[in-house]
């Protein structure tokens, strides 16, 4: 089991931007060949998959509310993976969470959690 250390929230206003990290301190994502993925939980709500990405950096899956808007990225030598959110809107406020990903019968279930980080956008 890796623990997994998300930075980057904070208060934004809407239409600003903000860039997430998730990064397992003290080692690579060299050989932690998993695809990987951003959850988010708002209050009152389930948490849900925003985004995945493969071991190699490809894009596997979005939201259809971020589509557009945010961007995964991961850079596994450096043991990061990133969530560049751009033109944030009130509605994505919540905690931001990264995992070890899998989908399994169509939804996607994480695994390695870290704490998670605030994001809030006030309008």
């Known amino acids: 089991q890796v623990q997994l250390v998300e930075s980057g929230g904070g208060l934004v206003q809407a239409g600003n931007s903000l860039r997430l990290s998730c990064t397992a301190p003290?080692?690579?994502?060299?050989?932690?060949?998993?695809?990987m993925g951003w959850f988010r939980q708002a209050p009152g709500k389930e948490r849900e998959a925003v985004a995945t990405?493969?071991?190699?950096?490809?894009?596997?899956y979005y939201e259809d509310s971020v589509k557009g808007r945010f961007t995964i990225s991961r850079d596994n030598a450096k043991g990061t993976v990133y969530l560049q959110m751009n033109s944030l809107k009130p509605e994505d406020t919540a905690i931001y969470y990264c995992?070890?990903?899998?989908?399994?019968?169509?939804?996607?279930?994480?695994?390695?959690w870290g704490q998670g980080t605030q994001v809030t956008v006030a309008s």
């Open positions: 995992a070890r990903v899998i989908k399994s019968n169509g939804a996607w279930l994480g695994s390695d």
């Open positions: 003290g080692r690579t994502f060299n050989n932690y060949a998993y695809a």
């Open positions: 990405i493969t071991w190699s950096g490809a894009p596997i």
